[in-house]
């Protein structure tokens, strides 16, 4: 972590095309010497400052091959900005099933979600929602190119929860009280139950 914190901050301080060039090279032959953190940053520096995503999902993918599963979801949203959802989605799967949620799960969550599909957004929903609580710290989060902002999240969260209860609902539970802002329980479970048909 301290490698990678290292160049960021180097990295941060070079404008000149001959230094961006060299901190390339130093970061390129430290992924090509097994580091997978380095291979992680150099799909960022791409996906981010050079603004090249084939570049970026060349490195993100050899950092995912090696282990690095954050990096398999930050190679899902590439896949995903390069029209290959399938991709996109396999490569989330195998971040957030190996507990580098996000943005993967919440990746998977939003387009589970989009395609009307409970039972998978529930599934990868839950892990996102978990993750959230860590980064309760934050006033605000922004991710890649915007879209996971805060309050995005917590519509997904509260659809998740809203979901679990009225799915305990169903089997026997008593209703509870909504909380400040929502409507009941019954109408929301009516919702729910008529979009995800």
């Not at 029209?83 to 939003?110: H, M, T, V, W, Y």
């Not at 190119?145 to 679990?164: M, N, P, Q, V, W």
């Not at 008593?174 to 139950?193: E, L, M, T």
Request: charged letters at 30%; a positive charge; proline letters at 3%.
């Amino acid at each position: 972590m301290k490698k990678f914190l290292l160049a960021l901050a180097v990295f941060s301080t070079l404008f000149a095309d001959e230094k961006l060039d060299a901190m390339f090279d130093i970061i390129k032959a430290q992924c090509d010497n097994g580091d997978k953190k380095m291979c992680e940053t150099i799909g960022h520096l791409y996906n981010d400052t050079v603004k090249d995503k084939e570049q970026s999902k060349i490195y993100f993918k050899k950092a995912c091959d090696m282990g690095e599963y954050q990096a398999c979801g930050f190679l899902g949203l590439v896949y995903n900005e390069l029209n290959d959802k399938k991709s996109a989605i396999q490569s989330a799967k195998k971040a957030c099933e190996n507990n580098a949620p996000f943005p993967a799960c919440l990746f998977l969550a939003e387009t589970f979600l989009e395609n009307y599909d409970k039972a998978n957004f529930m599934k990868y929903a839950k892990p996102a929602c978990q993750t959230r609580q860590n980064y309760k710290k934050f006033d605000k989060i922004k991710l890649w190119d915007g879209r996971y902002t805060d309050s995005k999240f917590e519509s997904l969260c509260a659809l998740h929860e809203s979901i679990e209860v009225c799915d305990s609902i169903k089997k026997g539970a008593p209703v509870p009280k909504a909380k400040p802002g929502w409507q009941d329980y019954k109408s929301i479970c009516k919702f729910i139950d008529e979009e995800f048909k």
